[in-house]
């Protein structure tokens, strides 16, 4: 394994957990059934995609 193959391991091991966390916790906010505007909830929808979509989740 390269050099650089290994440092792009290690970069994408350490945001691993930050970006699941704010997947998780957008769930759960929009499990939760707030009393969120719409244009509030189409944000948290977006993070909660856009978490997803970073294709760090399992």
């Known amino acids: 394994?390269?050099?650089?193959?290994?440092q792009l391991s290690a970069?994408?091991?350490?945001l691993k957990n930050p970006i699941l966390a704010i997947?998780?916790?957008?769930?759960?906010?929009?499990?939760?059934?707030?009393d969120f505007s719409s244009d509030t909830k189409r944000k948290i929808?977006?993070?909660h995609t856009?978490?997803?979509e970073a294709g760090l989740s399992h």
């Open 45 to 47: 929808e977006l993070i």
């Open 50 to 52: 856009s978490a997803k």
């Open 1 to 6: 394994m390269s050099n650089d193959s290994r």
């Open 23 to 34: 997947e998780r916790l957008s769930d759960i906010l929009l499990e939760n059934d707030q």
């Open 11 to 14: 970069v994408l091991h350490e």
